[in-house]
């Protein structure tokens, strides 16, 4: 994980400085925390001046400040994670190896060649001294934030940044679209005194129809560029290759050929008996452990691509019974945090605890209200367990005052689902850490911190799912020691989450609507538009968040492997929406879920963050989630 930001200018009528914000060196700064430098060039004969700023979490490989330069003037910024496609040896750090595959390339074809090739999340600024080109951009799924803002006409500069501030009176900051890898011919802009882009875009395969592709990814893009910035693809039509395969949207003639006749569309009683009568089907079977496969490498890869770090020294060691943990999961209690913890129990050497972090808003009203909220939250969470409530009996719920009023519905289900986790592995330490934020820290730092990470996003929901995102990765809270409370800080720099689960295995309560609506053809349409838009909507967002605090971001359910495994299956084969809510969506899930041993959090029903939290109701009852957030907009660059 790095910070990295790029400032271009062809004015003579300011400084590259003018351009750059002390603030958002600051935010810079604290995502990548163990490497800070800067780096100008100036080509006077052509009139331009780059500023880059590299900033670096150490996480791979011996330690490598960014930004990197060789003798030919390329420099190179990265933040990104390479698990496949270019191979990094376990001593190796991927910056070098990158730069290093980037100054072999003799065309453009190589490059997209290169950046074709990569398996794993990215955002990168690539000097071409040569040249003098200018290239940037984020991977496929945009599991990298990158941001840009352009001056207006006359100022001629256009800025490259990880993270950013909010500002009033500043130019609009947007974020980079994910839709393929950009460049600045700096030559040709210096010559016309104008900036322009050239856009090289993701497609499939050459079957593709090209020329439809260019006009309506270009159309999309253009409409949010100032007037004064063209954007145009290269003349030879040149395209990065996906890293995934595309959607299959086969809709089967006789629907069910695999369901199992056990299961009756009105039998509401959910149970973990009624997805292991789907176990029994060996089509169905089969297709499960190809994903419980598939998904294993992919948190395989993310747990074990980093350095365990003792006594102040970077190298690989064997872990103790004092380890400090190196890996935690956004946590509760859900089926997708569940059976990631489950799989990453697999890989993370036995010694070495792993945090579970669960994030709990204060409830309104405790003080007075506390018996009638507990009861009120117990029946919701019956409810959602349905004929599961049995597993649930014995789950430590405080009835200490000071405590009730985080007994959250997902603090209840992630007490739950650390009694699965036990149970199948009793030998691994659990950190089950409760972050309890109450509404004064979290107004404060809302202000102080998280609002200029949502940004450029702005609505209820970013704030909503960016504030409980933000406290449960910095991971202050507390863990449950013989039944007190002790004070823990994790100290992972790796947090993994579930995000990509519900695009991809219709777990909304939209799909469902969709599918009611549209029938499985429409399903498919929202599912495709769900991944295409991931990055906007969510991914740019919480790897700003979770960078925040020298943390990395890891999603095993983007790796390119298992959504091209999804993506190859009807969507008849990953969920029925027929059947009712715990069981439907997320069907091959849940199926994994069962065959890794996990029981009662195997039929919970999708509950968002922002209400599992209970930070939806914390200010507001009456706001949409698509509103903008007025909350948002009382910003302040105090302490940033």
Known sequence: MCGICCVVTLSNQH??????????????????????????????????????????????????????????????????????????????????????RLTLCSSEVDILSLFSSLRGPWSFIYYQGSRDCLWFGRDYFGRRSLLWQFSNEADKAVCLTSVSVYSEC???????????????????????????????????????????????VLDQISKGLPNHIPLVTDESKLCLTAPVIPLNKTIADALGEHQCTNVSNNNHTVSVETLQAFLADEHKKKLVHRLIDVLSEAVKKRVLALFRVKDGKTREIPSTPTSKAHVAVLFSGGIDSMVIAALADQHVPLEEPIDLLNVAFKIKGQSKQKRASKKHIDQEIQLDLLSCQENYEGVDVKTDDHLICFDVPDRITGRAGLKELKAINPLRTWNFVEVNVRLEELKKLRQQRISHLIYPLDTVLDDSIGCAVWFASRGEGFLSNQGELEPYKSSAKVVLTGIGADEQLAGYSRHRVCFKKYGLEGLNKEIGMEVDRISSRNLGRDDRIIGDHGKEARFPFLDEDVVSFLNSLPISEKADLTLPRGIGEKLILRLAAVELGLTASAVLPKRAVQFGCRIAKLESNSEKASDTCSRLKLLSVDEV
Not at 178 to 185: L, R, T
């Open 15 to 100: 400084t590259i400085h003018d351009f750059f914000n002390k603030d958002v060196l600051s935010c810079l700064r604290r995502r990548g925390p163990d490497s800070s430098q800067q780096l100008i060039k100036t080509v006077s004969d052509l009139s331009y001046e780059c500023l880059f700023s590299g900033h670096v979490l150490h996480l791979r490989g011996l330690m490598t400040p960014q930004p990197l330069e060789d003798a030919n003037n390329n420099i190179f910024l990265w933040n990104g994670e390479i698990f496949d496609g270019v191979h990094v040896g376990s001593l190796e750090n991927d910056t070098e190896i990158m730069f290093h």
């Open 170 to 216: 500043g130019k609009e900051w947007q974020e980079v679209p994910a839709s393929g890898i950009f460049k600045i011919d700096l030559k040709a802009c210096a010559t016309t005194k104008s900036l322009s882009l050239t856009l090289f875009p993701w497609k499939y395969s050459c079957t593709e129809k090209t020329e439809e592709m260019f006009i309506n």
